[in-house]
């Protein structure tokens, strides 16, 4: 590492002790950007690394709520409005019990590259509780996200914070998070993304995480001279991401073998295809968070305790949650033919994986992979502003263009000689945009 960075990430270390997740990313993206920001001295003098690394208002507050039994319970909520260069603050609400401030803010820094890929005019934010919605019923869901409104609805607003779902939130979740600020503000706008279709939501966006990966997974291949025909997948986790990339491969031709869960995986030879995709959504309602009764249901092979990054597969596609693909998995799916990985869990791999990937494979990062959900967010926010609800053709149209734009940008600053470094190429794209945004605004 140069000692430039290294210097760099000490500082922000010493300024954030403890925080492993935000210094992965950080490292990540300065790492990329380095020779960049050198080359650049009005950058550097106005302190745009240092700047970009300090969100711009981080608010943490105590969600109290009463469950079934009549008991007081306490959580932690937060919001961390990360960047507003380029637009209000986006970025979605995850409520999971591993939700921290580290967590949320490595998701917020990422979110801002990854909304300024988009092309759309989104700033970057994160936020959640440490909430779990496992075992929880449905009135105990809507009593939690009332509680949490109550505090955040003060935040956020349709030109300053639109927040949204992430894991842990849902239709079902946007619905009461939504059905409470309007409560608190008399105000009906489009305040939070993933809305119902009936009430502000837009066609495709349950859809758009999935579809978008594919998408660009579709480029990936095209640059290698192949295609999606025929193709085995390995997916990772069971989830509204996962279905939705399920769905658009077997459009496609592929076939996927894997899905998985916090209880281990699913092998299902026959790939995972019509009334077994559908299936995953009744996974997710039951809020059970595991996947085995997948097994039972359909006769398919249940692989407990283990991750699916051990089967033969030609591409992965993670689709769970952070640092869920080390080394040792990366170099699995490697032995066993794997020739593409798909990020698109943010921050899926730990950063040895990430490197061993982009050296030995193809591998693009979730920052561009996972675009198009946030993209189609951002399609969301368009037709509220103008009260006009497109249909599904025109939203998956707008998600084509803007996914072959993320790709044409990883390709334009991420290419040396015949091969494209994908995080070299999304981390300078994301960056270079809200750095000549925040030179643009003055010291702010
Ligand atoms: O990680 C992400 O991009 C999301 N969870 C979606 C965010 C959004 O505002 O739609």
Redesign the pocket.
Known sequence: MKAGINEFLEALKARTPGEREFHQAVQEVVESVWDVYQKNPRYQKAKILERIVEPERTIIFRVPWIDDRGEVQVNRGFRVEFNSAIGPY???L?FHPTVTLSVLKF?GF??TF??SLTTLP?GGG?GGSDFSPKGKSDNEIMRFCQSFMSELYRHIGPNTD??????GVGGREIGFLFGQYKRLRNEFTGVL??KGIGWGGSLI?PEA?GFGSVYFVQHMLNTLGKEIEGKTFSVSGFGNVAWGAILKINELGGKVVTISGPDGYIYDADGIKGEKVNYLLELRASNNDIVQPYAEEFGAQFIAGKKPWECAVDIAIPCATENEVNLEDAKMLVKNGCFLVAETS?MGCTAEAVTYLTEAITFAP?KAV??G??A???LEMSQNSIRMNWPKEEVDMYLHRIMKEIHDTCVKYGKTGNKVNYVVGANIGGFVKVADAMLAQGVV
Request: cysteine-free.
């Open positions: 986006k970025g979605g995850r998701l990422e979110q990854k909304n989104m994160k639109v927040p949204a779902g992430d894991i993304t993933g966006r995480t943010n979730g996972n675009a959900g946030v189609v967010s951002g």
